[in-house]
């Protein structure tokens, strides 16, 4: 159990197209996430707020391909620069989104303060891999692990993606090329929960550096997870989800927890958010026995 814990709300919705996702913040957060924290023996619980994302009424979008790419990148620098303060201070930063395109300046906080790029365990439906020139919609939440592999805040020798089941042609190609580790939901189902996240750890733990999850909800099935942007049917399971988090703390490389795609509009009855503190806490160690 970490003896601080570092909450960061990142209200963006800039890199997807359906809006409300800015609202996942105050949704986990009404979910009594600090409360739940508190009573699971957290010692020092430090919430950071929210950082500014402008409104989308107030940007213009500069470019067709990557859309308010320009604003997004401004708001990921900022919270790089507190996700490594708070890293180097010992801190466990999780992360609360917002869509995935924040993941961007979390993994580069995270490669400042350690040196080098965390492990990363990517938990999604989707791929997040196109580019600027492969992507058909020009969402950025669509690229965010394109962008982190070609910066080099993320390693492709040390970055695994699970519960993949909705990636186009183009990705497959790009996602196969990039040497990145990556179990669809028909590996999850071959191999197991168990078996998929002890290569998982393998990979991007080693065994001295830190692992950070980047958990997009519409990773889990939306009969258990609603209140995300993109659903897809036949995801991760309401128990492979809490195993998935309860095996990262087990092997004791969890150093960030980042939740994200989080929209209460579609939710029903903050459902989807009350799930992500429950994740966010076995994560920390919270067993059932």
């Not at 258990?224 to 036949?234: F, I, L, M, Q, R």
Request: charged content about 25%; hydrophobic content about 40%; some cysteine.
């Amino acid at each position: 159990m970490p003896a601080r814990v570092d909450i960061v709300g990142v209200p963006m919705d800039l890199g997807a197209s359906r809006r409300g996702v800015d609202m996942g913040p105050s949704a986990v957060r009404y979910a009594k996430l600090r409360e739940r924290l508190h009573r699971f023996g957290i010692a020092r619980i430090e919430d950071h707020g929210n950082l500014r994302v402008p409104d989308r009424e107030s940007v213009r979008e500069d470019r067709d391909d990557a859309k308010y790419l320009e604003v997004i990148d401004q708001v990921c620098k900022e919270l790089a620069d507190l996700i490594e303060r708070i890293a180097r201070e010992d801190g466990f930063p999780i992360i609360l989104g917002g869509d995935h395109s924040i993941a961007m300046g979390t993994l580069e906080g995270l490669r400042r303060a350690y040196g080098a790029p965390a492990g990363l365990v990517w938990i999604d439906a989707h791929s997040d891999i196109n580019s600027p020139q492969s992507s058909s919609t020009g969402n950025v939440h669509g690229m965010p692990l394109w962008f982190a592999l070609r910066s080099g805040v993320a390693d492709p020798a040390h970055t695994v993606q699970i519960g993949l089941r909705d990636v186009d042609g183009t990705e497959k190609r790009i996602l196969r090329d990039s040497g990145v580790k990556a179990f669809s939901m028909s590996a999850v189902d071959r191999l197991g929960m168990t078996h998929v996240m002890e290569q998982a750890i393998q990979i991007t733990g080693g065994s001295d550096r830190k692992i950070h999850v980047s958990f997009d909800m519409d990773g889990i099935d939306p009969s258990e997870a609603p209140g995300t942007g993109t659903p897809v049917k036949g995801g991760l399971s309401y128990r492979e989800a809490h195993l998935a988090m309860e095996m990262l703390a087990e092997s004791g490389r969890l150093g960030s927890i980042e939740m994200v795609e989080i929209n209460p509009i579609l939710d029903q009855r903050n459902q989807t958010a009350a799930l992500a503190v429950g994740l966010i806490l076995s994560g920390l160690g919270k067993s059932i026995l």
